[in-house]
């Protein structure tokens, strides 16, 4: 029985965004997914804390934004896992638990820059195909790629967190980089001091 194609789609999702819908919804049909679990990480090895909302209202939000899109989940899998969230982890509990699936890695071209130092990156590429999305400043030679990676060609998408956390801060318009679905919920959270 062929086994069901999932994307992984890893990210502190702070808040979850339109730019990262679109990178799911691409990849989803360009690399022929059956679904794209957005897996919401309490903690990134590689990233301070710093404004990361708590892990309940981050998923909040993902769920709902997601609410209604064909084959995007929003998935708190990692948050039952042991911390520090290391994904050489999470696919082996993954592996474990859904032994119908087929795991495929999803990430940033900015990540796959610095995937050597990632824990048991070498294990990661041996075992699982990885799916490379472009990021603005940084350029992935494909002919360097190990075998079972690739670049997906999702576009460009210059929206960030980061900026919609600011814009809330300083009490700007985020209508258009967040699905409407959490525009109000966005607002309340990261507009008071329940970021900090």
């Known amino acids: 029985m062929e086994k069901i194609r999932t994307g992984l789609y890893g990210g502190s999702f702070n808040p979850i965004h339109n730019g990262h819908i ?18 919401v990480s309490p903690q990134n090895p590689l990233k301070e804390r710093g404004s990361l909302l708590d892990d309940t209202r981050r998923m909040e939000m993902a769920r709902a934004a997601l609410r209604g ?34 795991f495929v890695l999803m990430i940033g071209a900015d990540n796959w820059a610095r ?5 048991h990156a070498a294990d990661i590429v041996s075992s699982c195909e990885i799916l490379i999305y472009p990021r603005r400043g940084y350029n992935v030679d494909a002919r360097s790629l190990p075998a079972g990676a690739r670049v997906v060609d999702t576009g460009l998408y210059d929206v960030s967190s980061t900026e919609i956390r600011r814009l809330i801060k300083e009490g700007g318009d985020i209508s258009s980089l967040v699905p409407a679905d959490i525009v109000e919920m966005a607002v309340r959270y990261y507009g008071g001091t329940a970021a900090e």
């Open 22 to 39: 679109a990178i799911a919804r691409q990849m989803r049909e360009k690399a022929g997914l059956e679904e794209v679990w957005f897996m």
């Open 69 to 102: 899109m064909a084959g995007l989940k929003a998935c708190g899998y990692e948050m039952s896992l042991p911390l520090p969230s290391y994904t050489w982890r999470t696919l082996q509990s993954l592996w474990r638990d859904f032994p119908e699936r087929e």
């Open 115 to 119: 995937f050597g130092q990632w824990y």
